[in-house]
Protein backbone atom coordinates (compact mmCIF):
# COMPACT_ATOMS: atom_id res chain seq x y z
CA UNK A 1 0.00 0.00 0.00
CA UNK A 2 2.72 2.19 0.77
CA UNK A 3 3.85 3.37 -3.12
CA UNK A 4 0.57 2.64 -4.62
CA UNK A 5 -0.91 6.18 -5.58
CA UNK A 6 -4.44 7.42 -6.43
CA UNK A 7 -3.30 7.27 -9.92
CA UNK A 8 -2.60 3.92 -10.12
CA UNK A 9 -6.15 2.20 -9.22
CA UNK A 10 -7.67 5.17 -11.27
CA UNK A 11 -5.83 3.98 -14.50
CA UNK A 12 -6.82 0.30 -13.60
CA UNK A 13 -10.42 1.31 -13.08
CA UNK A 14 -9.83 3.58 -16.23
CA UNK A 15 -8.65 0.71 -18.37
CA UNK A 16 -11.02 -1.92 -17.47
CA UNK A 17 -13.71 0.64 -18.77
CA UNK A 18 -12.34 0.70 -21.55
CA UNK A 19 -12.39 -2.81 -22.12
CA UNK A 20 -15.67 -2.99 -20.81
CA UNK A 21 -16.88 -0.70 -23.69
CA UNK A 22 -14.48 -2.11 -25.99
CA UNK A 23 -16.59 -5.68 -25.53
CA UNK A 24 -19.58 -3.85 -25.79
CA UNK A 25 -19.21 -2.72 -29.22
CA UNK A 26 -17.00 -5.56 -30.33
CA UNK A 27 -19.40 -8.49 -29.52
CA UNK A 28 -22.71 -10.32 -30.78
CA UNK A 29 -23.55 -12.56 -28.12
CA UNK A 30 -26.11 -10.14 -25.83
CA UNK A 31 -24.93 -12.28 -22.76
CA UNK A 32 -21.73 -10.96 -23.35
CA UNK A 33 -22.30 -7.66 -23.85
CA UNK A 34 -24.13 -7.97 -20.84
CA UNK A 35 -21.34 -9.17 -18.74
CA UNK A 36 -19.12 -6.32 -20.37
CA UNK A 37 -21.43 -3.51 -18.85
CA UNK A 38 -21.21 -4.96 -15.73
CA UNK A 39 -17.59 -4.96 -16.33
CA UNK A 40 -17.94 -1.10 -16.96
CA UNK A 41 -19.77 -1.24 -13.66
CA UNK A 42 -17.26 -2.98 -11.45
CA UNK A 43 -14.80 -0.39 -12.96
CA UNK A 44 -16.92 2.54 -11.85
CA UNK A 45 -17.30 1.09 -8.31
CA UNK A 46 -13.53 0.30 -8.03
CA UNK A 47 -12.98 4.92 -8.95
CA UNK A 48 -15.51 4.91 -6.02
CA UNK A 49 -13.62 2.89 -3.53
CA UNK A 50 -10.37 3.94 -4.38
CA UNK A 51 -11.48 8.00 -3.85
CA UNK A 52 -13.29 6.77 -0.46
CA UNK A 53 -10.36 5.16 0.40
CA UNK A 54 -7.67 8.19 -0.38
CA UNK A 55 -10.11 11.17 0.60
CA UNK A 56 -10.56 9.05 4.38
CA UNK A 57 -14.65 9.42 4.08
CA UNK A 58 -16.75 6.50 4.02
CA UNK A 59 -19.53 7.85 1.53
CA UNK A 60 -18.18 6.53 -1.58
CA UNK A 61 -17.51 2.78 -0.40
CA UNK A 62 -21.66 3.15 1.17
CA UNK A 63 -22.43 3.99 -2.44
CA UNK A 64 -20.65 0.97 -3.82
CA UNK A 65 -22.22 -1.16 -1.46
CA UNK A 66 -25.51 -0.18 -3.08
CA UNK A 67 -24.52 -0.17 -6.70
CA UNK A 68 -23.94 -3.73 -5.40
CA UNK A 69 -27.44 -4.47 -4.55
CA UNK A 70 -28.92 -2.65 -7.52
CA UNK A 71 -26.99 -4.60 -9.99
CA UNK A 72 -27.55 -7.71 -8.64
CA UNK A 73 -31.35 -7.03 -8.72
CA UNK A 74 -31.05 -5.68 -12.45
CA UNK A 75 -28.89 -8.86 -13.48
CA UNK A 76 -31.68 -11.23 -12.53
CA UNK A 77 -34.54 -8.53 -14.38
CA UNK A 78 -31.88 -8.14 -17.55
CA UNK A 79 -31.11 -12.08 -17.68
CA UNK A 80 -34.99 -12.52 -17.58
CA UNK A 81 -35.65 -9.96 -20.58
CA UNK A 82 -32.98 -12.39 -22.43
CA UNK A 83 -34.35 -15.69 -21.76
CA UNK A 84 -37.88 -14.30 -22.57
CA UNK A 85 -36.46 -12.47 -25.62
CA UNK A 86 -34.74 -16.13 -26.68
CA UNK A 87 -38.42 -17.65 -25.95
CA UNK A 88 -39.88 -15.40 -28.64
CA UNK A 89 -36.95 -14.99 -31.41
CA UNK A 90 -34.82 -18.18 -30.61
CA UNK A 91 -31.39 -15.77 -30.72
CA UNK A 92 -29.47 -13.96 -28.53
CA UNK A 93 -27.63 -12.50 -31.42
CA UNK A 94 -27.63 -8.98 -31.55
CA UNK A 95 -27.38 -8.68 -35.20
CA UNK A 96 -30.42 -10.73 -35.72
CA UNK A 97 -32.76 -9.06 -33.08
CA UNK A 98 -32.82 -5.72 -35.71
CA UNK A 99 -36.97 -5.77 -35.81
CA UNK A 100 -37.17 -2.34 -34.20
CA UNK A 101 -34.63 -1.09 -37.31
CA UNK A 102 -36.18 -2.88 -40.21
CA UNK B 1 6.14 2.37 -8.59
CA UNK B 2 3.30 0.62 -6.69
CA UNK B 3 3.51 -2.37 -4.97
CA UNK B 4 4.06 -5.92 -6.14
CA UNK B 5 0.63 -6.87 -4.78
CA UNK B 6 -0.92 -4.23 -6.55
CA UNK B 7 0.51 -4.84 -9.91
CA UNK B 8 0.03 -8.81 -9.63
CA UNK B 9 -3.95 -7.97 -9.13
CA UNK B 10 -4.34 -5.59 -11.49
CA UNK B 11 -2.49 -7.67 -14.32
CA UNK B 12 -4.62 -10.31 -13.17
CA UNK B 13 -7.89 -8.50 -13.55
CA UNK B 14 -6.96 -6.78 -17.14
CA UNK B 15 -5.65 -10.37 -18.62
CA UNK B 16 -9.18 -11.89 -17.36
CA UNK B 17 -11.46 -9.07 -18.64
CA UNK B 18 -9.03 -9.10 -21.99
CA UNK B 19 -10.36 -12.83 -22.23
CA UNK B 20 -13.95 -12.00 -21.72
CA UNK B 21 -13.77 -9.52 -24.72
CA UNK B 22 -11.56 -11.53 -26.97
CA UNK B 23 -12.96 -14.96 -26.43
CA UNK B 24 -15.35 -16.78 -28.87
CA UNK B 25 -16.70 -19.02 -26.28
CA UNK B 26 -19.06 -17.56 -24.09
CA UNK B 27 -18.33 -19.61 -21.20
CA UNK B 28 -14.97 -19.22 -21.20
CA UNK B 29 -15.89 -15.30 -21.46
CA UNK B 30 -17.77 -16.37 -18.32
CA UNK B 31 -14.91 -17.70 -16.51
CA UNK B 32 -12.93 -14.09 -17.65
CA UNK B 33 -15.45 -12.22 -15.76
CA UNK B 34 -14.97 -14.35 -12.90
CA UNK B 35 -11.11 -13.76 -12.47
CA UNK B 36 -11.80 -10.16 -13.63
CA UNK B 37 -14.31 -9.26 -10.43
CA UNK B 38 -11.73 -12.06 -8.17
CA UNK B 39 -9.30 -9.16 -8.98
CA UNK B 40 -11.55 -6.24 -8.53
CA UNK B 41 -12.07 -7.87 -5.00
CA UNK B 42 -8.47 -8.48 -4.59
CA UNK B 43 -8.06 -4.44 -5.11
CA UNK B 44 -11.13 -3.16 -2.79
CA UNK B 45 -9.20 -5.37 -0.03
CA UNK B 46 -5.93 -3.20 -0.99
CA UNK B 47 -7.94 -0.48 -0.55
CA UNK B 48 -8.71 -1.29 3.22
CA UNK B 49 -12.33 -1.65 1.84
CA UNK B 50 -12.28 -5.73 3.30
CA UNK B 51 -16.20 -5.58 3.66
CA UNK B 52 -17.16 -4.75 0.21
CA UNK B 53 -14.29 -6.71 -0.97
CA UNK B 54 -16.26 -9.77 0.53
CA UNK B 55 -18.91 -8.45 -0.96
CA UNK B 56 -17.93 -8.35 -4.38
CA UNK B 57 -16.75 -12.54 -4.11
CA UNK B 58 -20.13 -13.20 -2.31
CA UNK B 59 -22.53 -10.94 -4.37
CA UNK B 60 -20.61 -10.60 -7.75
CA UNK B 61 -18.49 -13.45 -8.04
CA UNK B 62 -20.94 -15.74 -6.72
CA UNK B 63 -24.53 -15.17 -7.10
CA UNK B 64 -24.24 -13.11 -10.21
CA UNK B 65 -22.07 -15.05 -12.43
CA UNK B 66 -23.81 -18.40 -11.40
CA UNK B 67 -27.03 -16.74 -13.07
CA UNK B 68 -25.43 -15.86 -15.97
CA UNK B 69 -23.80 -19.08 -16.40
CA UNK B 70 -26.58 -20.83 -15.66
CA UNK B 71 -28.26 -18.71 -18.19
CA UNK B 72 -25.55 -18.87 -21.17
CA UNK B 73 -25.42 -23.12 -21.11
CA UNK B 74 -29.33 -22.65 -20.99
CA UNK B 75 -29.49 -20.50 -24.11
CA UNK B 76 -26.37 -20.31 -26.47
CA UNK B 77 -24.56 -22.96 -28.67
CA UNK B 78 -20.94 -22.14 -27.81
CA UNK B 79 -19.84 -21.14 -30.72
CA UNK B 80 -19.98 -17.63 -31.29
CA UNK B 81 -21.32 -16.71 -35.39
CA UNK B 82 -19.84 -19.21 -37.49
CA UNK B 83 -19.60 -16.72 -40.84
CA UNK B 84 -16.39 -14.59 -40.09
CA UNK B 85 -15.31 -12.54 -37.44
CA UNK B 86 -16.71 -8.88 -37.35
CA UNK B 87 -13.72 -7.24 -38.21
CA UNK B 88 -15.49 -3.97 -39.28
CA UNK B 89 -16.71 -3.61 -35.24
CA UNK B 90 -13.84 -5.19 -33.95
CA UNK B 91 -11.68 -2.39 -35.71
CA UNK B 92 -14.25 0.21 -34.25
CA UNK B 93 -14.02 -1.48 -30.68
CA UNK B 94 -10.08 -1.41 -31.00
CA UNK B 95 -10.16 2.17 -31.76
CA UNK B 96 -12.20 3.41 -28.73
CA UNK B 97 -10.69 1.04 -26.83
CA UNK B 98 -7.05 3.00 -27.69
CA UNK B 99 -8.51 6.29 -27.60
CA UNK B 100 -9.76 5.92 -24.05
CA UNK B 101 -6.55 4.38 -22.78
CA UNK B 102 -4.60 7.15 -24.05
CA UNK B 103 -7.05 9.26 -22.58
CA UNK B 104 -7.27 7.49 -19.03
CA UNK B 105 -3.06 7.23 -19.18
CA UNK B 106 -2.55 10.63 -20.25
CA UNK B 107 -5.14 12.04 -17.41
CA UNK B 108 -3.74 9.86 -14.64
CA UNK B 109 -0.32 9.34 -15.63
CA UNK B 110 0.99 12.53 -17.56
CA UNK B 111 -1.09 15.25 -16.80
CA UNK B 112 -0.76 15.44 -13.01
CA UNK B 113 -4.06 16.28 -12.21
CA UNK B 114 -4.22 13.37 -9.59
CA UNK B 115 -1.59 14.01 -6.46
CA UNK B 116 0.78 11.08 -6.32
CA UNK B 117 -0.02 11.35 -2.90
CA UNK B 118 -0.05 7.81 -0.70
CA UNK B 119 -3.29 6.74 1.16
CA UNK B 120 -1.00 6.97 4.55
CA UNK B 121 -1.72 5.42 7.85
CA UNK B 122 -3.83 2.40 8.15
CA UNK B 123 -7.44 4.04 8.85
CA UNK B 124 -8.59 3.21 12.42
CA UNK B 125 -10.70 0.54 13.81
CA UNK B 126 -13.39 1.61 15.61
CA UNK B 127 -12.15 4.86 17.41
CA UNK B 128 -13.20 6.87 13.85
CA UNK B 129 -15.62 9.47 14.18
CA UNK B 130 -18.90 8.66 12.63
CA UNK B 131 -18.42 8.91 8.20
CA UNK B 132 -14.78 8.58 8.50
CA UNK B 133 -13.41 5.75 6.57
CA UNK B 134 -12.99 2.50 8.62
CA UNK B 135 -12.11 -0.88 7.64
CA UNK B 136 -14.72 -2.77 9.91
CA UNK B 137 -17.66 -3.77 8.55
CA UNK B 138 -19.72 -1.64 11.89
CA UNK B 139 -18.91 1.74 9.80
CA UNK B 140 -20.97 0.23 7.03
CA UNK B 141 -23.99 -0.52 9.76
CA UNK B 142 -23.58 2.97 11.96
CA UNK B 143 -24.16 4.95 8.49
CA UNK B 144 -26.24 2.66 6.68
CA UNK B 145 -28.78 2.85 9.66
CA UNK B 146 -28.38 6.60 9.95
CA UNK B 147 -27.81 9.05 7.20
CA UNK B 148 -28.57 6.33 4.42
CA UNK B 149 -31.74 4.91 6.04
CA UNK B 150 -34.12 5.66 3.18
CA UNK B 151 -31.74 4.82 0.35
CA UNK B 152 -31.11 1.40 2.25
CA UNK B 153 -35.19 1.12 2.54
CA UNK B 154 -35.78 2.28 -1.58
CA UNK B 155 -32.88 -0.83 -1.94
CA UNK B 156 -34.86 -3.20 -0.37
CA UNK B 157 -37.67 -1.93 -1.92
CA UNK B 158 -36.19 -2.49 -5.46
CA UNK B 159 -35.50 -6.09 -4.50
CA UNK B 160 -38.71 -7.08 -4.18
CA UNK B 161 -39.78 -4.89 -7.14
CA UNK B 162 -36.86 -7.29 -9.28
CA UNK B 163 -37.88 -10.22 -7.45
CA UNK B 164 -41.90 -9.80 -8.41
CA UNK B 165 -41.02 -8.35 -12.01
CA UNK B 166 -38.39 -11.28 -12.71
CA UNK B 167 -41.36 -14.08 -12.10
CA UNK B 168 -43.93 -12.04 -13.71
CA UNK B 169 -41.41 -12.04 -16.44
CA UNK B 170 -40.53 -16.06 -16.57
CA UNK B 171 -43.89 -16.88 -16.97
CA UNK B 172 -44.42 -19.10 -20.09
CA UNK B 173 -46.81 -17.10 -21.91
CA UNK B 174 -47.97 -20.29 -23.72
CA UNK B 175 -49.48 -21.40 -20.17
CA UNK B 176 -51.14 -18.52 -20.13
CA UNK B 177 -53.25 -18.70 -23.04
CA UNK B 178 -54.65 -22.20 -22.12
Partial sequence: MEHTTLAHHLLLAGLLFALGLTGVLVRRNLLVVYMCLELMLTAATLALVAFSRFNRTMDGAIFVFFIITVAAAEVAVGLALIVALYRRRGSVKSDELTTLRD | ?178
Fill in chain 2, 1 to 178: MPDGLFIFFAALTLGAASLLVLSRNAVTSAMGMILALVGVAADFFLLDAYFLGVLQVLVYAGAVMVLFLFVIMLLTDTAESPEGYPWKSAALGLAVFFFLAAGVLWLFVWSGAVPGTAAGANPPELTAAPGEFVTAAKGFGRLLYTKYLLPLEIAGFLLLVALVGVVSLSKDPVEENA
